[in-house]
Structures are given as C-alpha cells and as structure tokens.
C-alpha cells in the first residue's frame, strides 16, 4: 500500500511539472489554446454566413410607374437581395458581372407596372447573368419566380390543382457551425495530444534530462501516466475556452450533457495522446519526429471529418476512414454535443477509442527510448 502510495506522488509530481511547463511555454500556448481558437473564429464565421444565402445584384429601374418604384422598394428591404446602387445602366452592370461582382441583373423595362386592360398592373422582369453564374443566375429566377407568383395572387385569383404540404419533424438537424464545431474539438484534442509531446520530448533527449530521470527510480508508466494527466488538463482547458466562445459568440445549442462530453474528451485526448509519446519517445529528436507525425497527422485530419464532412465521400473510402483513430473521437463529440446522446449510447465510437487506446499505448511503451 505504501509503494503504490509513493509511485502515485511520484505520477502527481510529474503531472505539476509538465502542467507549469506547459503554461509558462508561450510558444506551447499559442498553438495548444489560441491556435485551435483562431480557427474556431474563421470555420464559425464561415459556417454562419453559409446560413445566410445572398445574392449581389444591380436593379435598372427604366419604368416610370409607381408599381414599379413599390417593387424595388421591397427587393430592397429582403435580405436575400444585395442591391449594389453605383450601377446605372447595362454596361456598368456587365462590366462588374465580368469581374464577378455581380451575380445578376434585374432589368425592369419601361411598361413594367402599367396597367392593362383590366386595370391590374403588369409586366415581365428581365434577369442577367454570365457563364460562370449559371447557378446563381438560375436560383434567382426561381426565387423571383415566388416572389411575383405571391404578388399575382393579390391582383388575379388562381386556383393550382397541385400544391404541397410542408410539415416539421420533432427530430432537430446539425447546423452547419454545429458539425464544424465537433471537428475543430477533434483538432484541438489532435494538436494537445500529438504536438506537446513531439515538441518536449525530442528537446528533453536533446538536453539530457531524459536520461537523467532514467537514473532514478522513475519508470516508463509513470511518466507516461503523469504526462497523460498533464496533458488532459492542457486540453480540458484549450476546449472549455472554446465551448465558452462557441456558446457565447456562435450561439452553439448543447443537447448533451456536460459530464459525458467531459468524460469522453479526456478518454480521447488520452487516446490520441499515446500517438504523441510513441513518436516523441521513438524520435531522437525533432528532424525524426516532425516528418512523422506530419505523416500520421494530416491523413486523420482530412479524413476523418474534421473540416468536411465524411458523408461526401465515396462509400469505400467512407468505410476505410471509420477506423482511424481520430474518426470516432469526432463522431462521438458531435453524437454527444449536438445529438443529445450519453455516453452509453454512443458505444461503437467509446469502443473504437478504447481499442486504439490498448494497441497505441502497446506500441508506445514498445517504442520509447530514454535518449
């Protein structure tokens, strides 16, 4: 009882030197907790703009009724439409559809408004667009197309054989913020888990200090164990600052709950965390260890749903990157985040990152070297 006692205040130890490292390395800093959150700011300002759908058009106003000053006016007042005002006719017009400035233009000609025989204004919108924004060209006037099949109604009642019903499932769907934050959780627990311990280890080899504490009654589990701990700190801490601008900035909506979320990041972070001390204990020092874990690195990252989505892939390859560590790690984060799952309920990914936790901490302590 005594000796696991003191081999216990020896982990603890250890796990307060590599903490206090960590926090008075600037350098380990930046890249541990403002790096994962600088591309929390890009990647969620992105994800929101992409749910704002906008169009940047020019409107040439050549009618001379006021049906067709109403008209405008309201195009103006929808969020959707982008109406650019320093363009005054056709040629302005193509000139910045040229330069992809413009999306479209909407032309009104000079009848457009005036009333026909049954005194109910009419007439036809003319919409331009180029070659390379056919998409947004034809969206357009599908969206128009609405938008004066509403207008119509108020003048002429028509009755349509064929209509269709919408309805709302209770089931809630990922926003496009909500799947990215999962993935930048992902690549925060890959940059703590990998990147410290390839940083330190290979300049504790270099300075001897390593070698040293191979001297002394240390062994290899414990300073595996005091750095796992120390590491899971770095990290809880890195992704609460990023739960705490998602929340705040973002406006992210947790369905789960905090605890298994907390649970699963830190069997996670210990997961990946084995991949970074089997390198940075095999490496003698950063020329072996910086090309390697490139190698294992950037694969998962662009792979395993960090920053696309896995479902656009084809299905073999969809097949082959489930079983990448950091794949069930990002799926599991998501399931527990957005898709109010526990930890209980999330059995294949909580299995996958148990059994990569075995087979990397076996090769870990297979591989690492003192100096």
Known sequence: MQKISKDLYTVLVFTKIGTKRFFRDRLAIFFGILFPLIFLFVFGSLSNGNNKISFKIAVLNQSKSSFSKVFVSNLSKQKIYKIDPTVHNLKQAEDKMQKSQLDATLVLPSNFGNLDSSHVPSGQVELYYTQNSQVAGQTLTTILNENLKILNKKFVNIKTPFSVSSKQLSEKSLTAFDYTFSGLLGFSIMGVGIFGPINVFPELKKQGILRRLHTTPL?????????????????????????????????????????????????????????????GGWAKNERQAA????????????????????????????????????????????LLTTGGKNLLQIGPQLGLVLAWMVVIYLIAFRVFKWE
Not at 232 to 260: E, R
Not at 305 to 330: A, H, N, Y
């Open 291 to 334: 090309p390697l874990s490139n190698i294992i690195v950037f694969p998962m990252l662009f792979l395993s749903g960090t920053f696309f989505p896995r479902f656009d892939m084809p299905l073999w390859l969809q097949s082959l990157t489930t079983w990448l560590p950091l794949t069930p790690v990002i799926d599991g984060l998501r």
């Open 219 to 279: 062994k290899v589990w414990q300073y595996f164990l005091s750095t796992m701990f120390s590491q899971a700190i770095v990290g809880i801490v890195s992704i609460a600052v990023q739960f705490l601008v998602a929340l705040t900035v973002f406006h992210l909506k947790i369905n789960g709950d905090y605890l298994s979320i907390l649970v699963y990041i830190i069997l996670s972070t210990f997961m990946i965390l084995g991949i970074g001390l089997a390198i």
